[in-house]
């Protein structure tokens, strides 16, 4: 059962800081917020998540006609700090040639101390990373070029 105090929390929270959307995880329970306009839904799930190294799971895809990339872009789902890696000594999660799947894992964002995995949600090459790691990122904004298969 969640907490209706620690819900209200969470809500002002995003009020505070307009965000869209908030997506948390733990062994026992989910909770998805969304809000549109003044509206705020959440989506309580008493399903058993795996345990992650990395929080939250996010996902978000432009799927536009070709653009001049020649591709599908992979977009940001929020504002944050782009990460290629888990962590500094470790390799990027992809790299311009890879082949990717739907639940391939291509970057994190993170935003209020919490890592969001980004998973593509299409498959193909990628062709181009648009983003370093450590930078910020916006809302919609283009991470990656994918050759679809």
Not at 1 to 13: A, G, P
Not at 34 to 46: I, K, L, M, S, Y
Not at 125 to 144: M, N, R
């Amino acid at each position: 059962m969640i907490d209706i105090r620690k819900l209200k929390e969470l809500v002002k929270l995003m009020v505070a800081n307009d965000l869209s959307e908030m997506d948390l995880r733990d062994t026992d329970e989910q909770v998805t917020i969304r809000r549109q306009g003044d509206t705020v839904v959440t989506v309580p799930q008493a399903t058993p998540v795996a345990a992650v190294a990395a929080a939250p799971v996010a996902t978000a895809v432009a799927e536009a006609p070709p653009t001049a990339h020649d591709g599908v872009e992979i977009a940001s789902p929020m504002v944050g700090t782009f990460y290629t890696s888990q962590d500094p000594d470790s390799l990027p999660f992809v790299s311009v040639g890879d082949t990717i799947g739907d639940d391939t894992t291509v970057c994190i964002i993170e935003a209020m101390k919490i890592f969001n995995e980004i998973k593509a949600q299409c498959s193909g090459t990628i062709t181009k990373v648009l983003v370093a790691s450590g930078d910020p990122v916006e809302f919609g904004q283009p991470l990656f070029i994918v050759k679809p298969q």
